[in-house]
């Protein structure tokens, strides 16, 4: 099976504000192939968060190198944020149609994808959350909106930072269900999590790292 993303000899070094250095990540490798679920497992600080960024392109690396490939597109990553990375001024249907306001669509376009996006997302049903805005939302739908935005501009590739943490058990449970079907319907997944935050694993998880602590 054809690559999508990989990562060879990934290291990270920050420097605070304070000029002390931090190594966040040395020397990681790895790929996520077409239809795999990879699951990254460490603990509080141990880098998963750097490299899911690092792998999406929002950081650089101190070395190595991050690919993408796909032989018949190209190969777009949606990112769920590990804080609820939403727009607060904006509605749901605001949020979930960002990526067509980018693009002028029209109004009836960009409700027909914002409904069916909560579909996907299990805000259901869609006409009870499209007009709420953020603070009027619990933690769970939350993350099911940033999901639905991480979805919103056709990605092939998503990256889940510890997409329900912070959740009760039958929320997290309930969620994901939603990630698991959309990774059987959608795309490869990646995801970060602290060990016992996941209680359902996948058995195509292949990968899983402790850099420290
Ligand atoms: N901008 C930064 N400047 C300096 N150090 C940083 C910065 N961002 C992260 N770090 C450090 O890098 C290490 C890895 O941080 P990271 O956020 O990737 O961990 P994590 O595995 O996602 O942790 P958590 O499970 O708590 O979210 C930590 O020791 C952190 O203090
Ligand atoms: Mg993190």
Redesign the pocket.
């Known amino acids: 099976m054809a690559i999508k993303l990989a990562c060879t000899g990934i290291s990270?070094e920050?420097?605070?504000t304070s000029g002390q250095k931090?190594l966040?990540?040395d020397d990681i490798s790895l790929g996520i192939e077409e239809g795999e679920f990879l699951t990254v497992v460490?603990?509080?600080?141990?880098?998963?968060?750097?490299?899911?960024?690092i792998l999406a392109g929002i950081d650089q690396p101190s070395a190595g190198s991050t690919s993408v490939y796909d032989e018949k597109t190209d190969v777009k990553i949606g990112f769920v944020f590990?804080g609820n990375a939403v727009f607060p001024w904006r509605t749901v249907e605001g949020n979930l149609s960002y990526a067509l306001d980018m693009r002028h669509s029209s109004n009836e376009i960009k409700r027909g994808h914002a409904v069916e996006l909560c579909n996907l997302v299990g805000l259901v049903p869609p006409d009870t959350f499209l007009e709420k805005y953020p603070h009027e939302l619990s933690g769970g739908e939350s993350r099911r909106v940033a999901i639905g935005m991480a979805l919103s501009a056709g990605a092939s590739l998503l990256l889940f930072?510890?997409a329900t943490s912070q959740l009760d058990y039958v929320s997290r449970l309930r969620l994901q269900m939603t990630i698991q079907k959309l990774w059987l319907e959608k795309s490869p997944l990646l995801s970060?999590y602290?060990p016992n935050r996941f209680n359902w694993l996948p058995e195509s998880t292949k990968y899983s790292w402790e850099s420290?602590g």
């Not at 460490?42 to 960024?53: A, D, M, Q, V």
């Open positions: 990270k920050y420097r605070t931090s966040a990540l460490g603990s509080s600080g141990s880098g998963k968060s750097t490299l899911l960024r590990q930072d510890e970060g602290k420290k």
